[in-house]
């Protein structure tokens, strides 16, 4: 069974950049089809995808984010990382990475990390 697990500071502060990484156990992140996500979810607020990496290396992000956002990752370790620059403490939330398959245009999510809390502030 594939398992996630997110790692990176709790803490960062308004202008800097936040990093994150994602660990895959039971599983290769080059498996066909197979795509690595990051979602997050503010306090009091729903699920915000926020982008992916495929099994080829192409990435697809939120329109929202598109400018601040950058997902990468390291093939011979199996995992993979978020870069979120210039943040804000609206962008306080607790950031998840999770797996899925994608078909057509759409995203068959299966495994999830737990989630870790990120908190912007000074």
């Known amino acids: 069974q594939v398992q996630l697990q997110e790692s990176g500071p709790g803490l960062v502060k308004p202008s800097q950049t936040l990093s994150l990484t994602c660990t895959v156990s039971?599983?290769?992140?080059?498996?066909?089809?197979?795509?690595c996500s990051w979602i997050r979810q503010p306090p009091g607020k729903g699920l915000e995808w926020m982008g992916a990496?495929?099994?080829?290396?192409?990435?697809y992000y939120s329109p929202s984010l598109n400018s601040r956002t950058s997902i990468s990752r390291n093939t011979s370790k199996d995992h993979f990382s978020l870069q979120l620059s210039s943040v804000t403490p609206e962008d306080t939330a607790v950031y998840y990475c999770?797996?899925?398959?994608?078909?057509?245009?759409?995203?068959?999510?299966?495994?999830w990390g737990q989630g870790t809390q990120v908190t912007v502030s000074s």
């Open positions: 999770a797996s899925a398959l994608g078909y057509g245009s759409s995203l068959y999510f299966g495994s």
């Open positions: 039971g599983g290769s992140i080059t498996t066909s089809y197979y795509y």
């Open positions: 990496i495929a099994y080829e290396g192409s990435n």
